[in-house]
Every structure is written in C-alpha cells, then in structure tokens.
C-alpha cells in the first residue's frame, strides 16, 4: 500500500508503486499540466519516478515554486548541450552543466572541450537548435545503471570526462549506481530531477562565452564555458535581459578605462590592478576620509612590509592552511623562506608583542591599508572584484574580553556610516558562523561559542535584522558581515567584523591585568570598506561611473564659449583650485555644446560656462551633470557653495538654495 500524505494532510492511497505524475493527476488534472517535479520526503524528484510503498509527504512542485527555477535551468543546460552537440559534431565533450540560482546574470552554464572554438556570433545558432529541441518535446528519462555500464556507455560516446566524473562518484560515494537522464539523441551523468520534457523549456537565451579550466584548476585543459538564462516567462527574461544590459552599462572594467580610472597590464601581471591619476583620487579621498574617521576613534596607524617568514603564518595557520591560495614561497637566508603576505594580522600581532602591555593600555587599535596577496586562479580574475594583489582598509584591535562587545559596536557603527555616506543604504547583516562538521576551523570550540554568543549581542543591540550562516566565518573566528545591494539588484559583500579568541592563543599573546597577573587579549578584525580596490570597483558600477562630487577626480570643469573669455576662465579656475576644488579648464576651440557633450561623457558633476556676461559680472553659468543649466551665480559664492558640498561629502546640495526657476 502506498500511502500518499499533501500539504493540507489530506491522504490518497495506492495499491501499487504509483508515478509522482500519476498522483498529481488524480489531485487534479490542471495540477498535473503544470507540474515541474515533486517533493517526495523532502527530496525533489522527478515526475516519472515510481513511489513505493510506505507513507510519504508529497507535494507537486509548479512553475511558482522557487526550487522550480533550478529544474528548469538545469533542463536548459541538457538541452543546450545537446544543441551544441547536435551542431558541433560527436567530437564536443561535454563535462559539467549546473543551474545557478544565485548569480545575478547567468541561470546556468555547460562547459565543453570542443574541437573548434566558439564565436559569440555561434550563440545565436545555438539557440535556434534549442529552439527545435524544445518543438520536438522529447520525454525526459532517468535511467539508473551499473557504475561500469554507465562508464561503457559513455566510452562508446567518445565521452571521457563523463568516465572520470563516474570514477569519482564511486571513489568518493562508493555508489553502486549512477543515474543517467536522456532526452532523444542526447545522455547525461546527472543526479536530476528534470522536467519531464523538454517542451517544457519556455524562455531562455544564451548570454556569453568564457574559459574555465577543468575543475577550475589551472593545470587541467581550458574549456568553453556556455552561460545562458532561463524563467518559466518570457516577460521574466526580457525584465533580466534588461537588467543584464544595464549591469554592461556600468561594467567597472570598462567604465575605469573610459574615466582612466585604473589598468591591468598585461606586462605587469593577471589581477594587478595599476591605479591611474584619476583613479587614484577616489582612492585617496576615501582613504583620506577613512583616516580621519579612525583617528577620531582612537586607533594609531601602522605600516608593516608586504613580506613575512613563514613561520610567522605557520603559526597564525594562514600557512599551510591558505597554501593554495597564496603564491609560491621564496626561500630565501637559513630560514624555511618569505611569504607575500595574505593577511596583516600577524605584522600587527608582532606590533602588540614588541611591548608589555598593561589593560590600562588596552583597546589597542592599529590600522593600516594593508595590501595583500592571494593567488586566485587567473579565471576567477575580474577588473578590481577579483584581483591578486590588493589593499584592505585593515585593523585589529586588541582589547579586554570585558571591552569586547562595545569595541565590536564601535566597528558596526563605522562599517555603517561608511555604507550611509556612500549611499548605499540597501544592505543586509550576516553573521558568519562556524560549520561544525568542518576541520577548517583552529581553536576550542568555547571560544568559538563565546565569539559568537558576543556578535549576535551586539547584532541584536544595535537593533540590526540578519540572518545566520554556518559555514561563513573566517578560519580563527565569526563574523559579521555587511551584504550590499548595489542600485541594479545584485548583491556584494562589503565591511566585515571578526571576532577572534584564537590568534591572541596562537601568538601567546598578553597583557598584564589589575590583578597583576597576565590575561590573554581578544582581538577583532575588521574593515569597513572590505578591500578599497573591490570597493571602488562596486562603487563604479553603482554610481555607473558619476561618482558624488567629493570623490570626483574633476569637480569642476570651465568651459569658455570662445577664447574671448580664456583669460577670465583663468582665474575661475585659479580661483577653484585655490579654493581646494579640482578643477579643468576646456582649452580647446570647439563649439560650447561639443565642450559640455565632451564633459558630459566624462561623467563631470559641475560644469562652469563663462561668456560675456559672465566676464563682466563676474559670475558663472553653472551646469550640473543631470540636472542641466542652474543659471549664473557669482564666482564667490558658486566656489563657497560647491566648497560645501565637498565638505558634507553629498549630504549638502552646492546649488538647491541658489536654484533660479
Ligand atoms: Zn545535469
Ligand atoms: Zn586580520
């Protein structure tokens, strides 16, 4: 007898092994059109598979549930897959095809080894076989079989990587069976579920071409990687597809050129990023600002060398830990060798160490923007998201464990205030936690509860909602972290707060306390902006390169109508500089209307147009960046008002009062 248990806790029963398909026809017809797949215990499976008996909870899955998404994705990558096999020949290898359901362009992707390689143009192509795939309705089966006849089969495909994938499964699982789905010519190694048939694929489309190494390891062959999107609803993926424009829009690599922000070259390295003059500016002017703010907090700045001895991180257990993330060591005197350095925690941890400390000199607060190390496979490499060598905006404080909870505070509320000013004011609180099945994690597990049990205090304090994540927190402590959604929806990790018992363990570290006997210090890390070279490369996209004036490389530009006017546009521009305004004077002959297109693309927040009228009453016509023509003000009072607004770092408007209608 199978016994059949739905949501409403209604029952149906069977006398025999019963399809989920059938059970969602006897619900109801029109449930069993829409169905996706089902939830059989707790586990997604297919419409086709038998249920045996027993009693079991089940519920039918549709398209508005939202682990339909991830079948529907994945059924598309089969069938792109089969397209590109179908146009490509029986030479293409296909390897790995997962849906994605939480990346902000791509639904899913299929990596090929193939004999010739891909154009973007042959997308187009690609899909028009899908197209037909998805007109043919093939049925969808789940075919379970014999590791070593599974392995025969695909040999007899000419697929090896499909071999080596079942080898793994068996080493790894020692499974007994492995189960293969096929949809007309086409088989895949898949542990599905998938959509009955592929007449079921609505809405997709295929959106780019890269290169992925074979289990993402440098060593192994460079294969095509297919990324495509899809949705039950063609509205869907036209709102993405526009959303994906608007993301190439803002693109920060490409942005960075055009605003000669900053280059990677080639001739220097892979995720290097080389800060140009302008670039360097917003650098500056956030660090500067940042500075300021630490100083006002009470931390000492520090600067430490971008190497270390190995032990040093030996004993942190950055090293060997982090090994295959750093580069190669150097081996250099009588010592085991130098590390670039990943972290800057063990540099300052020696700072704390070189003197007795007492807690009356405690919280101790060293900050450095810190540049680090990390070998990131040249795949992973993106503009100033994913890079190799980069700065943190870094600090560790040291303090009592009493001390605790108000310096962790402390750290939220800058983290907070860095958010705010910058305008982005969309975020979410994550805290980091442990998983406590993993190994990755130094120190006692007391420690770790007490960590936590302190940041989820303090979380709650400051009155912040958040979510908890196992498996999230940093080797030796949790973590707070803060998720960013930038203005187009996606999702970035920004300012981090992590709270460590276990390093102070590590390097014996000490203080003496009132009752004159030694006690171990906590420490935190934390940095606000995460890494200003990946902040700024959010903040391009966010601000699609019309950064706020304050970070603007040019504030201003002065444009003469004519060379009539240069001498007075001179000593606007003199004046403006004096004033502590980057300004640019347009020397060339061209028309006014080129000159202000010309600073328009450049993304300038004010421009200053002089003319006759304003040579003689000494005033400038200002323009703003979207807002148009704001009308003649006079020279003093347009530098005081735009010296203002740089000041409030755009919490004040230059212009709203001198607005004229
Ligand atoms: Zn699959
Ligand atoms: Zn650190």
């Not at 690599?253 to 003059?277: E, H, K, M």
């Amino acid at each position: 007898m199978v016994v059949i248990e739905l949501p409403d806790s209604s029952k149906l029963e069977f006398d025999a092994p019963v399809t989920a398909a059938a059970v969602a026809e006897k619900i109801s017809p029109r449930l069993a059109q829409a169905a996706v797949a089902a939830d059989l215990d707790g586990r997604l499976i297919d419409l086709s598979v038998a249920i045996g008996a027993g009693t079991h909870r089940f519920r039918v899955l549709t398209d508005r549930d939202a682990q339909s998404l991830e079948i529907l994705r994945h059924t598309t990558a089969h069938v792109m897959a089969q397209a590109v096999l179908r146009l490509y020949g029986q030479k293409v290898q296909y390897t790995i095809g997962p849906a994605l359901t939480d990346d902000f362009q791509y639904g899913f992707y299929y990596d090929f080894d193939l004999p010739e390689p891909l154009r973007a143009e042959d997308l187009e192509t690609i899909e028009q076989e899908m197209a037909r795939i998805v007109a043919e309705d093939l049925p969808i089966r789940r075919v379970e079989l014999p590791p070593d006849e599974a392995k025969a089969r695909f040999a007899k495909l000419g697929q090896d990587y499909k071999a080596e994938m079942i080898d793994d499964l068996v080493r790894a699982e020692s499974v007994e069976t492995v189960s293969l789905y096929e949809q007309g010519d086409f088989t895949d190694l898949c542990r599905g579920p998938h959509l009955p048939s592929t007449g079921r694929v609505k809405a997709f489309k295929l959106i780019s071409l890269a290169g992925a190494y074979w289990r993402g390891d440098e060593a192994n062959k460079m294969l095509t990687r297919v990324y495509g999107m899809a949705f039950f609803d063609k509205a869907q993926l036209a709102e993405h597809m526009e959303r994906v424009a608007e993301a190439r829009k803002r693109d920060h690599r490409i942005l960075g050129r055009q605003l000669g922000l900053f280059l990677i070259s080639d001739a220097v390295g892979p995720g290097l990023p080389l800060w140009l003059p302008k670039g360097t500016i917003i650098r500056m002017e956030l660090e500067g600002w940042l500075r300021s703010e630490l100083l006002q907090r009470g931390y000492q700045a520090v600067i430490t060398p971008h190497i270390g001895k190995i032990g040093l991180y030996r004993t942190s257990g950055h090293y060997p830990y982090y090994e295959h993330g750093l580069f190669p060591t150097m081996p250099i005197g009588d010592d085991d060798g130098y590390l670039l350095k990943p972290m800057n925690c063990p540099h300052h941890i020696q700072i704390y160490k070189a003197f007795q400390r007492s807690y009356r000199d405690l919280p101790i607060r060293l900050s450095e923007f810190g540049t680090v190390y990390r070998f990131e496979q040249s795949g992973e490499l993106s503009g100033l998201t994913r890079v190799r060598g980069f700065t943190q905006d870094d600090a560790h404080i040291f303090c009592t464990p009493e001390q605790l909870e108000a310096e962790i505070t402390s750290c939220v509320d800058l983290t907070q205030l860095v958010l705010k000013t910058l305008g982005l004011t969309d975020y979410r609180v994550r805290i980091g936690l442990r998983d406590a099945a993993s190994d990755k994690y130094i120190g006692e597990p007391a420690n770790w509860d007490r960590a936590e049990e302190n940041i989820r205090r303090v979380v709650r304090q400051v009155g912040l909602t958040y979510t908890e994540e196992p498996g999230e927190a940093a080797f030796y402590g949790p973590k707070i972290d803060f998720v960013v959604t930038d203005c187009i929806g996606r999702e970035w990790q920004l300012g981090t707060i992590q709270v460590d018992y276990n390093l102070p363990e590590r390097f014996e570290m000490e203080y003496t306390g009132a009752d004159n006997a030694p006690h171990r210090p906590v420490m935190i890390h934390r940095a606000p902006l995460g890494s200003p070279e990946r902040f700024i490369g959010i903040l391009i996209e966010h601000f699609a390169g019309a950064f706020p004036l304050w970070l603007s490389p040019v504030q201003v530009a002065i444009l003469p109508v004519s060379e009539r006017f240069d001498a007075y546009a001179n000593e606007v521009a003199d004046a403006a500089r004096a004033a502590g305004i980057r300004a640019e004077l347009d020397p060339t002959a061209d028309k006014i209307g080129a000159k202000i297109r010309r600073w328009t693309l450049e993304k300038v927040p004010y421009m200053l147009v002089v003319g006759q009228r304003e040579t003689d009453g000494r005033t400038v016509a200002v323009r703003e960046r979207q807002a148009g023509d704001l009308g003649a003000v006079p020279l003093e009072q347009a530098l005081e008002a735009l010296g203002r607004e740089i000041r409030s770092r755009g919490a004040e408007t230059a212009f709203a009062a001198e607005m004229t209608p």
